[in-house]
């Protein structure tokens, strides 16, 4: 069977939104190899950014994350933050894509990641030993890319403007939901209390 995007395939924003929306083990029957090749960091943040707006449509946190082999170019692992969708507080876009790539050996990926990471997903990347990380926007969150980068990882910064007006947004219309994705429900409540 041959796959429906190939290295003569135009990368539209409905090719890659399809790539954001399809499952990463059956992506092979969506696109082929040379297409997987053809992708830039631009066309990976894009999916990614596509992630956070499924994110943001479900009702939760916008941030999303895909996870490319250097080698390959092949995306091995994607998701997007399900805090709220299925009340778990480290279902974040990280670590939804490290779980859907399962055990690999991450010393060989570049992980794109539309907002900047938080503490926990950042310790979590150079755990895992990530030898680069991409990161859509630090207009509405930054702060842990020296971090990244003393525990030696490559951080690049490719700011997302379409990410960044859509984290922008949630944050406008949902301030306590991004107070809870990154301190978590007990800062709901010290800033209930005035504490």
Not at 26 to 37: G, I
Not at 63 to 81: C, D, E, L, P, R
Request: charged share 20%; hydrophobic share 40%.
């Amino acid at each position: 069977m041959n796959a429906i995007l190939d290295k003569q395939a135009a990368k539209t924003a409905s090719a890659l939104t399809a790539i954001a929306h399809m499952p990463t083990k059956s992506l092979s029957v969506l696109m082929d190899n040379d297409f997987a090749l053809g992708l830039t960091d631009s066309d990976f943040m894009r999916i990614a950014v596509l992630l956070a707006q499924k994110s943001y449509d479900e009702g939760g946190c916008p941030i999303g994350a895909v996870i490319v082999s250097n080698s390959t170019g092949k995306i091995v692992g994607k998701g997007h933050n399900t805090l709220v969708q299925e009340g778990d507080p480290y279902n974040h876009g990280e670590t939804a894509a490290i779980k859907d790539a399962g055990r690999i050996d991450f010393g060989d990926t570049t992980i794109y990641t539309s907002l900047s990471p938080c503490a926990v997903c950042a310790t979590l990347l150079y755990m895992r030993g990530f030898s680069r990380v991409v990161v859509g926007d630090i207009t509405n969150a930054s702060g842990t890319e020296g971090l990244l980068q003393e525990k030696g990882v490559k951080v690049d910064i490719l700011e997302d403007q379409q990410g960044i007006a859509l984290y922008a947004r949630f944050r406008a219309e949902k301030p306590a939901q991004d107070l809870e994705d990154w301190q978590g429900l007990s800062a709901l409540s010290s800033s209930c209390s005035g504490v």
